[in-house]
Each structure stands twice: as structure tokens, then as C-alpha cells.
């Protein structure tokens, strides 16, 4: 598989690319299968569909990987809260952690027992795709998770969890470690049913100070890659922190490549960590509405990145009013660029 090869940094025909939120609005084949199905979660626990919009990308765009159609906040949710998706508003946790209780009362087996449609729709999807094209299965970091639990949904200022990591760090790190249990037995079992490849997406990395990230992010993180590679040291583990360019020099751990955010500057994150880890990103999602942009941005990356040790993809998930058209053109000129 042209991806996992690159994931561990071996020559390729190409630089492999696809792209986070590959499977998703900006497709019209996308909406339709949401429409029937009703809604997103049901979408999520209906693996035929999933199956389906999964391969959607894969068909339509030609891209090198395909991605699992789930969400990270499936976790949570069979952890025991109630979730719920407002139309034109994103996720919402009506009942949000609040006490010492309401974390005792989450489940870890039962849970990532609970996530049987995950594991059903991987083997389908498996069963489905070119043998030659990677399957990425993932998860968000028990940050990201424990953010929208004790939130309940997005947040500008993240005042609540936060003021639980200074007030009550006991009580957090209860909370991360009830999450991490529960990924780890999730990703086990993405991975045998099926995914090539998996990958942490920690979204809301850059809330943290520097010590605070390492202590209550990165080190949950690095604890779930090292016992995945210990356990699958055939699958690759891609870690994504998104926003932490000023943290790049206490970056460590046991996986193999590094998603680098739009933001961060892929000659600094090449220098920081290129010896050390493939790295894959980083392309300005918004320049997908410009087919100029979408052309100097991918010579930019090239012409740092020289094709080798890297993943090609956006620095963070495509907007859904992108043109599908860009987003070909997009996967295109990266195949074309890099061909060896
Ligand atoms: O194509 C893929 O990338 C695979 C599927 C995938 C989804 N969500 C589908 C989805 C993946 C990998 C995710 C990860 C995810 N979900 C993250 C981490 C990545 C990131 O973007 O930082 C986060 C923070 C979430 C939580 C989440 N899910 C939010 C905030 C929202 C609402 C925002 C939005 O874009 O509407 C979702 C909903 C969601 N997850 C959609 C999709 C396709 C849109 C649902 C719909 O209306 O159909």
C-alpha cells in the first residue's frame, strides 16, 4: 500500500493525498446519502452508509487513503452521555461533566463494546476497497474528548475544563484516564477489524500552556501511540496536534508520522521533527477555493518537502462549501507534482 510505505517513510510513485473531512458536505453524493439516512449519527451507526460515503472520496476524487466515516464524539457518547448534533450549530452534550460522580459513572469496556457499528462498518469497508488503497481508522485525544465533556460543546475560551485542570487536576486527570482506557481498546479494535492506519486527532491542542499541554495532552496521547505500536508495530500511528508549532522541540514519542497544521510552518515542523517523523499536511484548507491558490500552495509544500518523507494533505478539514471541482483539482496536481 502506496500509504503505508510512505507512512514509514519509504520511496513511493508518488506523495500519497488525502484530505481530513474527506467524506463529508462539500460532496453532493454525501448529502444524499445523509438525507436518506436522516441524521449524522445515524449515519455514523449505519454501517452500509458509512461504508458508502467512505468510498465516496476514494471514487470521486481519486484520492491515496480512505478515511473511516465516524466522529470522535461517538466515544463519550457510549461512555454514557447523551449527544446530540443542532443543525447549523455542531455537536452539543446537554449534560455536561460536572462532579467526581459523573465521571465514576462513565464506562470503558462496555463502551468501546457499545462501538460494534464502528467495527462492523471497518470490515465492511475493507471488504469494499482496493486492496492497494490504506484504510485510516481514528480517534480524538482524550483532551480533545474530555473539552467537549465538560463543555458540552464547543467553547471560545474553554474556561470550564480549564479551570478544572488548575482548580482540580485530580479530578481531571481522572477524567483523561478513563477516556485513554477507552481508546485504547477502541483503536485495538478498529485496528483488528481492520484499519491500516490510525491516526489522534488532538483539535484543541493549542488551548493549552506549554507544561499544561504536555501533562494533560500530549503525554495521554503518547501513552495510547506506544502501546498501539507495541501491540501492532506494522500499523502506523499519525498523531495531529493542531496548533502547537511553538511546542515542536518537546515533541517525542513512539509513532510514525506527524500532521502538520496550516498554520505551522512545514519548513519548521521539516526542521524540528523531518529527521524524526513523516510528516503529513499542511495546505491552507481555504486555498481549495482558488485554483491558483490551490497551485502555488502545492508548490510551496513541494518545494520543501522534495517529496520524500511526507503525506500530502490540507492542514486541517475541507469547508463544505469548496468546490468539488478545486478539491479534484487539488488531489490531481499533488499526484502530478510528485510523480517520480
Ligand atoms: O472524512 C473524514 O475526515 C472522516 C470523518 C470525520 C468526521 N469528523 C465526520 C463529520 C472525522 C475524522 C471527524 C473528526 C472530528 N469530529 C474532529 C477532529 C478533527 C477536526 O476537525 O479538528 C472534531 C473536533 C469533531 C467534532 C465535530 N463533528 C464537530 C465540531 C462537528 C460539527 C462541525 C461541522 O463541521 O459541522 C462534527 C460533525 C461532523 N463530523 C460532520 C462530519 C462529516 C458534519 C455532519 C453533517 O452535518 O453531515
Not at 484530505?19 to 451507526?45: H, I, N, W
Not at 496548533?243 to 518537546?250: K, M, P, T, V, Y
Amino acid at each position: 500500500m502506496i500509504f503505508v510505505d510512505a507512512c514509514f517513510g519509504k520511496k513511493t510513485a508518488h506523495t500519497p493525498v488525502w484530505m481530513m473531512r474527506q467524506a463529508g458536505r462539500y460532496l453532493p453524493e454525501y448529502m444524499k446519502v445523509r438525507t436518506e439516512v436522516g441524521d449524522f449519527l445515524s449515519l455514523c451507526r449505519n454501517p452500509p452508509k458509512a461504508c458508502e460515503v467512505t468510498l465516496q472520496p476514494i471514487d470521486i476524487l481519486g484520492v491515496d487513503a480512505a478515511i473511516l466515516f465516524s466522529d470522535i464524539l461517538v466515544i463519550p457518547m457510549e461512555m454514557g452521555m447523551e449527544l446530540k448534533f443542532i443543525k447549523g450549530e455542531g455537536p452539543l452534550f446537554p449534560t455536561p461533566i460536572k462532579t467526581q460522580e459523573d465521571i465514576d459513572a462513565l464506562t470503558v469496556e462496555k463502551a468501546a463494546e457499545k462501538l460494534d457499528y464502528v467495527y462492523e462498518t471497518i470490515k465492511l469497508i475493507r471488504k469494499e476497497l482496493d486492496p492497494e488503497i490504506a484504510l485510516i481508522g481514528f480517534c480524538g485525544s482524550p483532551w480533545t474528548l474530555a473539552t467537549y465533556m465538560i463543555e458540552g460543546q464547543g467553547t471560545k475560551t474553554y474556561a470550564k475544563v480549564k479551570k478544572e485542570i488548575y482548580t482540580n487536576p485530580a479530578k481531571m486527570h481522572s477524567l483523561l484516564r478513563k477516556v485513554t482506557d477507552t481508546l485504547k481498546i477502541y483503536m485495538s479494535n478498529q485496528i483488528e477489524s481492520g484499519a491500516d492506519v490510525v491516526m489522534l486527532f488532538d483539535s484543541w491542542a493549542a488551548a493549552l500552556e506549554e507544561d499544561i499541554y504536555f501533562e494533560f495532552s500530549w503525554d495521554y496521547m503518547k501513552e495510547i501511540s506506544a502501546f498501539l505500536k507495541a501491540k501492532y508495530p506494522h500499523i502506523p500511528v499519525i498523531m495531529f496536534p493542531k496548533g502547537i508549532s511553538a511546542f515542536l522541540d518537546r515533541i517525542d514519542g513512539d509513532f510514525d508520522v506527524f500532521g502538520v497544521d496550516w498554520s505551522t510552518p512545514i519548513e519548521l515542523a521539516k526542521e524540528k521533527l523531518g529527521d524524526r517523523y513523516v510528516l503529513q499536511g499542511n495546505m491552507e484548507p481555504t486555498r481549495l477555493y482558488s485554483k491558483d491558490a490551490i497551485k502555488e500552495g502545492v508548490e510551496k509544500i513541494v518545494k520543501v518537502m522534495k517529496n520524500e518523507r511526507h503525506i500530502f494533505n490540507l492542514g486541517h478539514g475541507i469547508l463544505p462549501d469548496v468546490p468539488v471541482e478545486n478539491a479534484k483539482y487539488f488531489i490531481k496536481t499533488v499526484q502530478e507534482q510528485t510523480k517520480i
